[in-house]
């Protein structure tokens, strides 16, 4: 969050003036849901999760979270809460899309145990997973052309996931949607998953994103065919 000491990873002294931070540049009184960004490997997880919990008893956040922890990582954070007697942690934000499955098997049989859910980031695969890209172009004004660089561009504009996304377009197609809405529903399917994290460029994008909520329901057919293409 700053340069030098304190101004990344988990110690107490990183999290406690982070959130004092965001709560300035907020404007607000207390935050909804703190989140731990990554795991730390120097401080102890003690240390950041009891930072944790006086934030919580400070009222300056309602609930505890954390992202880009592993499976592991978040089952031992959920012992250490038990353990101290520390608030428990609510909510995991993990990457999760139909080209990225690696929590299903790893992270979320330990958030159901601990009774956690999942607020998901990147469902759309950072803009694969939607008609931008199909064609084989990449668009002056999307988000590969202006912030991707060549090496993220080739390694997530494979032709192998090209390919994947595009037979995920026709399934859509056929059921009347849009990619971004079938991926968006896709992911709902679960019920540990809480929420959607949808990122845009544009308010017509928000509402193409949004109405996924109104698409007929995922038969148990259209979520074999689609395991058929994506996994
Ligand atoms: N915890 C973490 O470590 C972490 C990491 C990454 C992100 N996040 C959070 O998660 C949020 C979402 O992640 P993300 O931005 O990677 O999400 P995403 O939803 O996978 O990708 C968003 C991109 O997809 C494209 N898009 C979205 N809707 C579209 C539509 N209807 N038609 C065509 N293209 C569409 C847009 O690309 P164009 O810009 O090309 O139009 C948009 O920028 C972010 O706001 C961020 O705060 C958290």
């Known amino acids: 969050m700053w340069p030098g000491p304190y101004g990344d990873y988990l110690s107490k002294k990183s999290i406690v003036a982070s959130c004092e931070q965001s709560l300035r540049r907020l404007g607000v009184s207390y935050l909804d849901i703190f989140y731990l960004h990554r795991a730390d490997p120097i401080t102890p997880l003690e240390e950041s999760l009891g930072a944790l919990d006086l934030l919580l008893h400070q009222g300056k956040a309602l609930y505890a979270g954390v992202s880009n922890f592993n499976g592991a990582q978040f089952a031992e954070a959920a012992r250490i809460c038990e353990r101290e007697g520390l608030s428990r942690l609510t909510i995991h934000q993990p990457a999760y899309n139909l080209l990225d499955r690696r929590i299903e098997a790893d992270l979320l049989p330990h958030l159901d145990r601990a009774g956690a859910g999942a607020i998901v980031y990147s469902p759309l695969d950072q803009g694969v997973l939607t008609d931008r890209y199909l064609g084989g172009d990449i668009p002056a004004d999307s988000r590969a052309a202006q912030s ?84």
């Open 148 to 231: 991707w660089g060549e090496e993220a561009t080739r390694r997530r504009l494979t032709p192998e996931r090209l390919d994947r996304a595009r037979r995920l377009n026709v399934l859509a197609a056929e059921r009347g949607q849009s990619l971004t809405q079938l991926a968006i529903q896709w992911i709902l399917r679960l019920p540990t998953i809480t929420s959607v994290l949808i990122g845009v460029s544009s308010v017509a994008q928000l509402d193409q994103n949004l109405a996924a909520l109104t698409r007929p329901a995922l038969t148990d057919d259209v979520l074999a065919r689609i395991d058929e293409i994506a996994r």
